[in-house]
């Protein structure tokens, strides 16, 4: 028996030997390219003991914390701040006030499309703000405006009878938009939010540009110093998993929370027992 659900044709014996084929073979390619990569970084002496050293020392450690410490620091400010300008934007998109919704739209059409490191420039030389807010102050304008775009959407993709329904009971636009509209779309917009939220994290890199003591300047700085004899690699396979790391640190928090969101009780669906041959309708009979 074939699922009814299922968006496409159920895979029989032969293909799911064939895509199992596919999946040793991808895995060995991709283990083949790994042990290529480490060949070449033991060859060329990159795990020798001088140019790890460095990361013993109290200094280099502190240093480092201090580094990641700015980097959460910014990133705490720049999501926060997202969130709320997307928040605004999105309303300001969706409004019924034709001067409101294109000057909004101007704004995230706008700083949707101007490069980050540019505004971030710009923020820290023309108006010269100090490093922490002009990295901040980038990060927000732009991913604000990527997440006005993602708000938007996401109520748009509700169904077009659950507005109508509450408008029918008598609820203004502001109870339809928070009670009804905003609470469905925000289970289907966090996978994009999240999305774009880590495109923020990555992007804080950005302040070592303009002299913020972020992780990634942290690092240049062991890097470039001659003392160590120039441990480039070892700083990139230090720095790079604790990026990936808090990476999917958000991805595990999104998860965590649709998970709670299905086991919260006012969100499942209530089941109605089956009509009876013996349910009246009201009225004479």
């Not at 390219?33 to 450690?61: E, R």
Request: with cysteine; proline share 6%.
């Amino acid at each position: 028996m074939t699922d009814s659900n299922a968006l496409y044709d159920i895979p029989g014996p032969h293909a799911r030997r064939r895509h199992l084929l596919y999946g040793v073979a991808s895995t060995v390619v991709i283990l083949a390219l790994a042990g290529w990569i480490l060949y070449l970084l033991f060859d060329n002496d990159q795990f020798t003991s001088t140019k790890w050293s460095p990361f013993l020392y109290k200094g280099i450690q502190e240093l480092l914390l201090e580094g990641l410490g700015n980097t959460l620091k910014a990133f705490a400010y720049a999501s926060v701040l997202s969130l709320a300008l997307g928040g605004v934007l999105a309303a300001g998109r969706l409004s019924e006030h034709r001067v409101l919704r294109w000057l909004s739209t101007l704004f995230v059409e706008f700083f949707r499309a101007m490069p980050v490191l540019v505004m971030i420039f710009f923020i820290f030389v023309a108006l010269k703000v100090q490093p922490l807010p002009a990295l901040v102050a980038g990060l927000t304008l732009y991913n604000g405006s990527v997440l006005a775009e993602v708000f938007r959407t996401g109520i748009h993709a509700v169904a077009r009878g659950q507005g109508e329904a509450a408008y029918a009971l008598g609820m203004r636009k502001t109870q339809v938009m928070t009670y009804v509209l905003v609470p469905q779309a925000v289970r289907a917009m966090l996978p994009a939010i999240i999305s774009q939220l880590v495109v923020a994290l990555k992007d804080t890199s950005l302040g070592f540009l303009i002299t913020y003591e972020e992780f990634l300047h942290a690092g240049k700085l062991i890097a470039s110093n001659l003392d160590y004899d120039l441990p480039f690699i070892p700083v990139v396979l230090v720095i790079s998993p604790i990026y990936i790391g808090m990476c999917m640190l958000l991805s595990w928090f999104a998860t965590w929370v649709a998970r709670r969101e299905r086991r919260n009780p006012k969100t499942k669906a209530v089941d109605v027992a089956p009509a009876g041959p013996q349910t009246l309708l009201p009225g004479p009979q």
